[in-house]
């Protein structure tokens, strides 16, 4: 049995020949840069997840460096962000001279913990990044508060959460990426709406934002060789929007699919008593980019790991390294600061295979593993 972490091969079959036909129209129209199916995409995505405007861009990482340059921050504004998360995040706020304030994140959720965010706070503070780690949201309504009482921007990193959904207490819903100023996402091919190379987007409701995004993202100008200010260069290839076109329509399904997986997982795994299972909190739902168990603290990651890759199945550990112990991000350290819960996760996390088109077979036999792992 060869297991993968995501199976694109079996992802992409039962739709290869509206994958074809599209790659193709775009050939025949060789619209490469801008073309018509990018707008069609925006348009689509913009109605998929309720937002006003979708801006496509080159990827995950750009669609965050634009969002930091729309919001007009200046050298040395400091921007909250967790410190267990994917590099992209701090990295852009450090590259535009921006100055990352790592926080730890919640022991459950292991998304950002504000309490521990608002003990960070200064009179230099603009803006605030909730990582929807692993595919369920940060406590939206919380930040939102939070932000308000402070004057923060907030911008939703949803590149593992796309289709993730938050319930305010008013019984209102709304997807990820669309409740903060602007949210960012990626279509990197692994991420639950991947195109076949690099790709991202941002969602605004923010009609100046959109704007604004839209003209940066196309170096700085809105009529053509005429630049109201230094932009860059960031779009998505007309061959990648027309290919997540296609994929768009399946997106409902892929949610489920990881869902359905997530919950035979869960049940199997739940009466282990060495791991905990991913926590489900009551504030949003769980698109499962990963299946990620906590090893207890008595027992060795890295053996189970170990032992897993023996019989064939692979996992990841997403992340091994906190940013604050990250060479790049050192400068950044304060006295003030402490990460106990982001530092243990990191010794404690195991991903294990999550895609769209995993087998139960294949989850009987990853269990199986997992339990005889534990009762040697
Ligand atoms: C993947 C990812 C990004 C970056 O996306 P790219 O398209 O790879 O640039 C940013 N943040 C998080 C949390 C991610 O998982």
Redesign the pocket.
């Known amino acids: 049995m060869k297991i993968n972490m995501v199976d694109l091969n079996r992802q992409l079959e039962p739709i290869k020949e509206k994958v074809d036909a599209a790659i193709q129209g775009v050939l025949e129209a060789s619209n490469f840069i801008q073309g018509e199916p990018v707008t069609e995409f925006e348009k689509n995505l913009a109605e998929w997840v309720g937002v006003m405007h979708v801006i496509s861009c080159a ?4 669609a ?1 460096q634009l969002a930091f340059m729309a919001l007009g921050l200046k050298m040395g504004d400091e921007v909250i962000v967790p410190t267990f ?2 590099v ?2 701090a990295e852009v706020i450090a590259l535009l001279g921006l100055s990352p304030i790592l926080v730890d994140v919640d022991s459950q959720t292991f998304n950002i913990n504000i309490e521990a965010a608002s003990n960070l706070i200064t009179s230099r503070t603009k803006a605030i990044v909730p ?1 929807h ?1 692993y595919g369920q949201c940060a406590n939206m309504e919380q930040i939102m508060k939070f932000a308000e009482s402070h004057n923060l921007y907030v911008v939703e ?1 949803t ?2 959460a796309i289709g993730a959904e938050v319930e305010f207490s008013d019984g209102s819903t709304r997807k990820a990426g669309t409740i903060g100023h602007i949210g960012t996402t ?3 091919p692994s ?1 639950n709406l991947g195109c076949f190379g ?3 987007a941002i969602f605004t409701n923010d009609d100046n934002l959109a704007a604004e995004l839209k003209m940066i993202a196309n170096h700085g100008q809105r009529i053509k060789y005429y630049h109201d200010v230094v932009g860059v260069n960031s779009r998505l290839d007309t061959i990648q929007a027309a290919i997540l076109d296609v994929k768009l329509k399946h997106l409902n399904f892929y949610c489920e699919a990881r869902q359905k997986a997530a919950a035979y997982y869960d049940s199997a795994l739940k009466s282990v008593e060495q791991i905990t299972i991913p926590f489900r909190c009551s504030f949003s739902t769980h698109v499962f980019h990963q299946y990620t168990i906590k090893i207890n603290e008595q027992y060795s990651r890295d053996e189970l790991k170990i032992y897993l890759a023996e019989q064939g199945i692979p996992s990841m550990i997403y992340y091994p390294l906190p940013l604050h112990e990250q060479k790049a991000y050192l400068k950044f350290m304060r006295e003030d600061m402490d990460y106990p819960i982001s530092t243990s996760l990191c010794n404690s996390v195991l991903s294990l295979p999550m895609h769209t088109h995993l087998k139960i077979e294949e989850q009987d036999f990853i269990i199986q593993h997992i339990k005889s792992f534990f009762s040697k």
């Open positions: 990827n995950g990482t750009d965050l998360t994917y992209a995040t990582v780690l990193d590149a593992q990626s279509f990197f991420k690099d790709g991202g």
